[in-house]
Nanobody, 119 residues
Framework: QVQLVESGGGLVQAGGSLRLSCAAS????????MGWYRQAPGKQRELVAT???????NYADSLKGRFTISRDNAKNTVYLQMNSLKPEDTALYYC?????????????WGQGTQVTVSS
């Protein structure tokens, strides 16, 4: 079993910054891609950014230049640096990881961390 635990969410004023972290633990042989997704009230979950084990990144077009994803493979942790935050960035942010264990390869989700941006 694999667990993903997010942290770093909170309340911030527009224009501010937050850094989210997500640590994976459990029966891990290898973590392939990791990523962040978000879901605002009344909306579908959407991609924020992903990063491969080799460090290749992919971002939602609307977030390029403000958000930066990174990872520390030694710590099984992925980060999301969010700058110049806007009220429309308010959402529940979820971590996702594609994990290989001895038994299987599967995608796992964290429980989410709330980000609220006030105007």
């Amino acid at each position: 079993q694999v667990q993903l635990v997010e942290s770093g969410g909170g309340l911030v004023q527009a224009g501010g910054s937050l850094r989210l972290s997500c640590a994976a633990s459990g029966s891990i042989l290898r973590i392939n891609a990791m990523g962040w997704y978000r879901q605002a009230p009344g909306k579908q979950r959407e991609l924020v950014a992903t990063i491969t084990s080799g460090g290749s990144t992919n971002y939602a077009d609307s977030l390029k230049g403000r958000f930066t994803i990174s990872r520390d493979n030694a710590k099984n942790t992925v980060y999301l640096q969010m700058n110049s935050l806007k009220p429309e960035d308010t959402a529940l942010y979820y971590c996702n990881a594609d994990v290989s264990s001895w038994a299987r390869r599967a995608a796992y989700w964290g429980q989410g961390t709330q980000v609220t941006v006030s105007s």
